[in-house]
Antibody, heavy 124, light 113 residues
Framework: QVQLQESGPGLVQPSQTLSLTCTVSGGSISSGDYYWSWIRQHPGKGLEWIGYIYYSGSTYYNPSLKSRATISVDTSKNQFSLKLNTVTAADTAVYYC????????????????WGQGTLVTVSS | DIVMTQSPDSLAVSLGERATINCKSSQNLLYSSNNNNYLAWYQQRPGQPPKMLIYWASARDSGVPDRFSGSGSGTDFTLTISSLQAEDVAVYYCQQYYSTPLTFGGGTKVEIK
């Protein structure tokens, strides 16, 4: 049974960089069968896709983040990571990692497994 | 970007009654080459991550009770809970995976009347 687990600081100061890692167990990122995503949910609000990465390092981002997001993968550790720079209070949210089946270059299935999520608060 | 619009924002249904949630996309989600609608439904209980219920607009995920069903094609989709149970209290989201950026509906909160 695949499991995803987010980790990282729960508090980030404004203008700094938010850094999170998702550790995947029960399956290999290197299999090439999935895209690996970050999704966030502002308190009491809906879901916003941040971006995803393929095991090869190919990435796709939501333009709404205005190029502040960077997703990377470490296949040796079976992890992928998110960095979001120049954060403000508007970046306070629960951040989820999730996987979606690979169906071709920039073609994918739905999010079939999610992590439990981690709350990141941006505050001084 | 494909905009996903859900209705209603919330609904209260008696136990055992039917709940119907609508989702409309701003663009066609039917991919002609494989005749699949790139639309999924998720359930999010309080304090939990979303859980996939339905994919390809009408395919029920493994282990999802058969009281949940999805229908629709193109730009108009529906999630139906045929007989509401107490454990179905949650927020439900539709999501398109047809094109990036991937987008979600605003959510529909289902409560017990």
């Amino acid at each position: 049974q695949v499991q995803l687990q987010e980790s990282g600081p729960g508090l980030v100061q404004p203008s700094q960089t938010l850094s999170l890692t998702c550790t995947v167990s029960g399956g290999s990122i290197s299999s090439g069968d999935y895209y690996w995503s970050w999704i966030r949910q502002h308190p009491g609000k809906g879901l916003e896709w941040i971006g995803y990465i393929y095991y090869s390092g190919s990435t796709y981002y939501n333009p709404s983040l205005k190029s502040r997001a960077t997703i990377s993968v470490d296949t040796s550790k079976n992890q992928f990571s998110l960095k979001l720079n120049t954060v403000t209070a508007a970046d306070t949210a629960v951040y989820y990692c999730a996987r979606a089946p690979f169906r071709g270059t920039n073609s994918r299935g739905p999010f079939d497994y999610w992590g439990q999520g981690t709350l990141v608060t941006v505050s001084s | 970007d494909i905009v996903m619009t859900q209705s209603p924002d919330s609904l209260a249904v008696s136990l055992g009654e039917r709940a119907t949630i609508n989702c409309k996309s701003s663009q066609n989600l039917l991919y002609s080459s494989n005749n699949n609608n790139y639309l999924a439904w998720y359930q999010q209980r309080p304090g939990q991550p979303p859980k996939m219920l339905i994919y390809w607009a009408s395919a029920r995920d493994s282990g999802v009770p058969d009281r949940f069903s999805g229908s629709g094609s193109g730009t108009d989709f529906t999630l139906t809970i045929s007989s509401l149970q107490a454990e179905d209290v949650a927020v439900y989201y539709c999501q398109q995976y047809y094109s990036t950026p991937l987008t979600f509906g605003g959510g529909t909160k289902v409560e017990i009347k």
